[in-house]
């Protein structure tokens, strides 16, 4: 995968979650997904986000280039809108 093809991966991921796309994830996450070490798989990660936006209704997800300017890697970061 190019570079900048992983980068539109990522940001559909992104938006994928933001839209609440759930139907969608499977896309982006594998079905033996791990979370911490522990095989959650794609159902339990769904179900994780799920409670996250359950919990923090405003919750959104964004990516932010390190500062050596390049696209990637990103850090995740969890910012509720403002």
């Known amino acids: 995968m190019k570079k900048s093809d992983l980068v539109e991966h ?3 991921y992104i938006a994928c979650l933001n839209q609440q ?3 969608n994830l499977g896309a982006f996450v ?3 997904a791990h979370y911490n070490g522990r095989l959650i798989g794609l159902s339990g990660y769904r179900a994780m986000l799920e409670d996250d936006f359950k919990a923090i209704p405003d919750l959104s997800f964004w990516t932010c280039p390190y500062k050596t ?3 990637l890697p990103v850090k995740l970061m969890l910012l509720p809108s403002a």
């Open 21 to 23: 796309d759930w139907p």
């Open 69 to 71: 300017g390049h696209q």
């Open 30 to 32: 594998h079905s033996d």
């Open 10 to 12: 990522y940001r559909r």
